[in-house]
């Protein structure tokens, strides 16, 4: 692939995850506005991705999109990475794109906040009251906390993947030195 294709594929596939990160946004507003069969489909499109708890989502014309508000940060700080990357790419300052994914014990990093909030509400304890023993969820998390550690997730996943993207359309940044140890595998013999 020349740099012309390598480009636009990445454009592409941004589109792409652009119009899988709006769909679940646009199924309420469809519905809302009569349109039930599309809005369904979505719903159905997407429900092998996502429990859809309407108490765990966020609205659109008072109806839960078809993801809960943490699937929905994770794809779109992803997304958002990726028009970032997109608006790099296309702009004189290229080279200051990353040329390396983010290290792995930063990308853990990212999604440790996400698997706390979401791990202490599986975890249950007792509460003793005059009418008996009742189980208590240990963390009851809100959307704005879904929303915040699910972006976290999805920035870090679009930071270690987007750079790998980038190769795989086969755009060779410039300025690549090939006597720099980092960089020497990036460097196609």
Do not use: K
């Given at each position: 692939?020349?740099?012309?294709?390598g480009r636009w594929?990445?454009?592409?596939?941004?589109?792409?995850?652009g119009?899988?990160?709006v769909?679940?946004?646009?199924?309420?507003?469809?519905?809302?506005?009569?349109?039930?069969?599309?809005?369904?489909?979505i719903?159905?499109?997407?429900h092998?991705?996502?429990?859809?708890?309407?108490?765990?989502?966020?609205?659109?014309?008072?109806?839960?999109?078809?993801?809960?508000?943490?699937?929905?940060?994770?794809?779109g700080?992803?997304?958002?990475?990726?028009?970032?990357?997109?608006?790099?790419?296309?702009?004189?300052?290229?080279?200051?794109?990353?040329?390396?994914?983010?290290p792995?014990?930063?990308?853990?990093?990212?999604?440790?906040?996400?698997?706390l909030?979401?791990?202490?509400?599986?975890?249950?304890?007792p509460?003793?009251?005059?009418?008996?023993v009742?189980?208590?969820?240990?963390?009851e998390?809100t959307?704005?906390?879904?929303?915040?550690?699910?972006?976290?997730a999805?920035v870090g996943?679009?930071a270690?993947?987007?750079?790998?993207?980038?190769?795989l359309?086969?755009?060779a940044?410039?300025?690549?030195?090939?006597?720099?140890?980092?960089?020497?595998?990036l460097?196609?013999?």
């Open positions: 692939m020349g740099n012309r294709w594929g990445l454009l592409a596939f941004n589109l792409a995850i119009v899988f990160v769909l679940p946004a646009l199924a309420p507003w469809l519905e809302c506005h009569g349109l039930w069969l599309p809005g369904w489909l719903r159905t499109a997407y092998p991705l996502c429990h859809q708890l309407p108490s765990r989502s966020l609205t659109v014309c008072d109806l839960p999109m078809a993801l809960c508000a943490r699937c929905f940060a994770i794809y700080g992803f997304w958002a990475v990726g028009i970032l990357f997109n608006a790099l790419w296309f702009s004189p300052w290229r080279n200051r794109l990353p040329r390396n994914p983010i792995w014990p930063l990308l853990i990093m990212c999604l440790v906040p996400m698997a909030d979401g791990g202490a509400q599986l975890v249950f304890w509460i003793w009251s005059e009418q008996g009742h189980w208590q969820a240990l963390w998390s959307n704005v906390l879904r929303l915040l550690t699910g972006g976290l999805g996943a679009g270690f993947v987007y750079p790998l993207l980038t190769r359309f086969g755009e940044l410039p300025n690549l030195q090939t006597d720099d140890p980092a960089n020497r595998r460097v196609p013999s």
